[in-house]
C-alpha cells in the first residue's frame, strides 16, 4: 500500500519543546506532503519533499525523507501552544494521488 | 474569499435516503478530489477527477458516484445510504502541472447515517 503511516499516533509535549513525527510507506513516490488538521477543520498543505530531496526548511519546520528505508520526518521546533492538530504525511505517486494514514494528534501544553 | 467550498457543514439523513454533497474550488485548478475520513481519523482517497479522467478507488461502493458540472464543481452523489456511510468527506483541488503538486482542500461535510 502506498499509505503512509506515522508514528507516534499520539504526541503531547510542553510549548518550547521540539516534536518529531515520523512516517513509514511501502512504495516509491513521487514525492511526500506534510498536512496538518486542526480539530474540525480541512486539511492545510504545510511542506513537499521531492523523491531526491533530503531535507526541507520552512520556519520551524523541518522534514526529511530517506527513500532507501521508505521513511520521513517531520521536526516543529520550538513548538507552540497553536500547533496543536493532526499531522498527516501523505506519500504522493506519479498521479499525484495521495494516501494518508491516521496521522499523529499532537498537543503542545502552554 | 474561500479556495475550496463544500456544502452542506453537515448532514444528517436517514438509511436508504439519496444524498449529494457540493464541492466548489475558485483557484482555476484543474484536478479536484473526494476523501473519506473515517471515526479513526484515516483520509481515504475516493475520487481523482480532472476533465479528461476519472480515477476511482475500486474499494468505492458504486453508490458513490461524482459529478463534474464544469471545471469547478465536482459533486458527490451518494444512493441508498448506509450507516457505515457516516464520516467526514473532503473534496480537495490541485492543479496538476503546478511544481509542487499541492492539494487545497475543504472544510469537511460531517455525514450521519441513522
Known amino acids: 500500500s502506498q499509505q503512509g503511516e506515522e508514528d507516534p499516533q499520539a504526541l503531547s509535549i510542553q510549548e518550547g519543546e521540539n516534536a518529531t513525527m515520523n512516517c513509514s510507506y511501502k512504495t516509491s513516490i513521487n514525492n511526500l506532503q506534510w498536512y496538518r488538521q486542526n480539530s474540525g477543520r480541512g486539511l492545510v498543505h504545510l511542506i513537499l519533499i521531492r523523491s531526491n530531496e533530503r531535507e526541507k526548511h520552512s520556519g520551524r519546520l523541518r522534514v526529511t525523507l530517506d527513500t532507501s528505508k521508505k521513511s520521513s520526518s517531520l521536526l516543529i521546533t520550538a513548538s507552540r501552544a497553536a500547533d496543536t492538530a493532526s499531522y498527516f504525511c501523505a506519500p504522493c505517486n506519479a498521479g499525484n494521488m495521495l494516501t494518508f494514514g491516521g496521522g499523529t494528534r499532537l498537543m503542545v501544553k502552554p | 474569499d474561500t479556495a475550496v467550498s463544500q456544502t452542506p457543514k453537515y448532514l444528517v439523513t436517514q438509511m436508504g435516503n439519496d444524498k449529494s454533497i457540493k464541492c466548489e474550488q475558485n483557484?482555476?485548478?484543474?484536478?479536484m478530489y473526494w476523501y473519506k475520513q473515517d471515526s479513526k481519523k484515516f483520509l481515504k482517497i475516493m475520487f481523482s477527477y480532472n476533465n479528461k479522467e476519472l480515477i476511482i478507488n475500486e474499494t468505492v461502493p458504486n453508490r458513490f458516484s461524482p459529478k463534474s458540472p464544469d471545471k469547478a464543481h465536482l459533486n458527490l452523489h451518494i444512493n441508498s445510504l448506509e450507516l457505515g456511510d457516516s464520516a467526514v468527506y473532503f473534496c480537495a483541488s490541485s492543479q496538476v502541472r503546478d511544481p509542487y503538486d499541492t492539494q487545497y482542500f475543504g472544510p469537511g461535510t460531517r455525514l450521519t447515517v441513522l
Open positions: 483557484l482555476g485548478h484543474d484536478t
